[in-house]
């Protein structure tokens, strides 16, 4: 009976905590978030690398990238896909060099950044290949973590190296909105792999702050590429968004070296219910 008295009154309190946090963000967050707007000039990069650059969200932020005097990098397994985004790059005017590469190895991602970055210093690396397994998608459990996880840990770790050294370069991690949830029964190892990318950026970013390297996380929603018409999870038109109107919201985001971007803005709120659901279920069994 104590115990049970103790843990309520320790629950109690903590609601009460969290509350009182929550009303301090409320009034903070909008006058932090004008304040960086007014402040922060936009970041432009002219020697970019994407891994995952062969189609997709990739091949399309490397669109978008494109233009006289940027130099573009493009890693992913498809050698024919590469060839064709390289021809829409090069098209807007810009140079492109591509690399057949699996994100998983670890020494050739290792080599391909560290010559990259040779041939023009890197000032933008967008670590963006993923996968989602089609249903029930934890069953092939290994190839989603070293695709997702390692994958993106073997781009951050050389890439960190090479802009250490000049003190300078953006850092920007494709993670996704379901890894700001704190349990997805639909989406649960994808989400996972993608909450640790989340809590990663989360804690490297002051640190690499004071070495002049910007960090951003990036969590968008259901986008209407391949990942998803191939995964098998339906998802209504309204929620998806295409795949430019989530490149315009990166671009924003890596010029102005955001720590975090979820969208659509409909996201934040649908966490916010999950997470209560959620809690009180855990707590129900
Ligand atoms: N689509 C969405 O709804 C959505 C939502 C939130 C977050 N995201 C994230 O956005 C990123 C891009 O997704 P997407 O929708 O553009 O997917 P996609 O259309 O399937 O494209 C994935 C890209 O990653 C490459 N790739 C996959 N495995 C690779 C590997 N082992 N090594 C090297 N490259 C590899 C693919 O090229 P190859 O097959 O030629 O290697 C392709 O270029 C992922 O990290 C995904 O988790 C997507």
């Given at each position: 009976?104590?115990?049970?008295?103790?843990?309520?009154?320790?629950?109690?309190?903590?609601?009460?905590?969290?509350?009182?946090?929550?009303?301090?963000?409320?009034?903070?967050?909008?006058?932090?978030?004008?304040?960086?707007?007014?402040?922060?000039?936009?970041?432009?990069?002219?020697?970019?690398?994407?891994t995952g650059?062969?189609?997709g969200?990739g091949?399309?932020?490397?669109?978008?990238?494109?233009?006289?005097?940027?130099?573009?990098?493009?890693?992913a397994r498809?050698?024919?896909?590469?060839?064709?985004?390289?021809?829409?790059?090069?098209?807007?005017?810009?140079?492109?060099?591509?690399?057949?590469?699996d994100v998983t190895?670890?020494?050739?991602?290792?080599?391909?950044?560290?010559?990259?970055?040779?041939?023009?210093?890197?000032?933008?690396?967008?670590?963006n290949a993923g996968i989602l397994q089609s249903?029930?998608w934890?069953?092939d459990y290994e190839r989603t973590i070293a695709v997702n996880v390692s994958g993106a840990?073997?781009?951050?770790?050389?890439?960190?190296?090479?802009?250490?050294?000049?003190?300078?370069?953006?850092?920007?991690?494709i993670?996704s909105?379901?890894?700001?949830?704190?349990?997805?029964?639909?989406l649960?190892l994808y989400?996972?792999t993608k909450?640790?990318?989340?809590?990663?950026?989360?804690?490297?970013?002051?640190?690499?702050?004071?070495?002049?390297?910007?960090?951003?996380?990036?969590?968008?929603?259901?986008?209407?590429t391949d990942l998803m018409?191939n995964s098998?999870?339906?998802?209504?038109?309204?929620?998806?968004?295409?795949?430019?109107?989530?490149?315009?919201?990166?671009?924003?985001?890596?010029?102005?070296?955001?720590?975090?971007?979820?969208?659509?803005?409909?996201?934040?709120?649908?966490?916010?219910?999950?997470?209560?659901?959620?809690?009180?279920?855990?707590?129900?069994?």
């Amino acid at each position: 009976m104590l115990n049970l008295l103790k843990s309520f009154l320790f629950d109690a309190i903590v609601i009460v905590v969290k509350m009182f946090l929550l009303v301090l963000e409320v009034v903070a967050l909008p006058f932090m978030e004008i304040k960086c707007f007014l402040t922060t000039k936009d970041k432009t990069y002219k020697s970019i690398l994407i891994t995952g650059g062969s189609r997709g969200i990739g091949a399309h932020l490397a669109l978008r990238y494109a233009g006289p005097g940027v130099t573009i990098f493009l890693i992913a397994r498809n050698e024919a896909k590469l060839q064709e985004a390289k021809g829409q790059v090069e098209a807007k005017g810009a140079t492109c060099h591509i690399f057949a590469a699996d994100v998983t190895d670890k020494e050739r991602m290792k080599e391909v950044i560290e010559k990259a970055d040779e041939m023009c210093n890197l000032d933008l690396v967008i670590a963006n290949a993923g996968i989602l397994q089609s249903y029930p998608w934890f069953e092939d459990y290994e190839r989603t973590i070293a695709v997702n996880v390692s994958g993106a840990f073997n781009t951050i770790v050389p890439t960190t190296a090479c802009m250490l050294k000049r003190k300078s370069g953006q850092i920007c991690v494709i993670s996704s909105a379901s890894g700001t949830f704190n349990g997805l029964a639909s989406l649960n190892l994808y989400g996972g792999t993608k909450t640790l990318l989340n809590y990663w950026c989360h804690s490297e970013r002051a640190k690499l702050a004071k070495k002049n390297i910007g960090l951003t996380c990036i969590c968008p929603s259901y986008v209407k590429t391949d990942l998803m018409d191939n995964s098998g999870f339906k998802v209504s038109n309204s929620l998806t968004m295409t795949v430019d109107q989530c490149v315009d919201e990166i671009f924003y985001a890596n010029a102005r070296n955001k720590a975090i971007h979820v969208f659509p803005s409909y996201v934040p709120f649908y966490v916010a219910w999950n997470n209560f659901v959620i809690r009180l279920s855990s707590i129900s069994f």
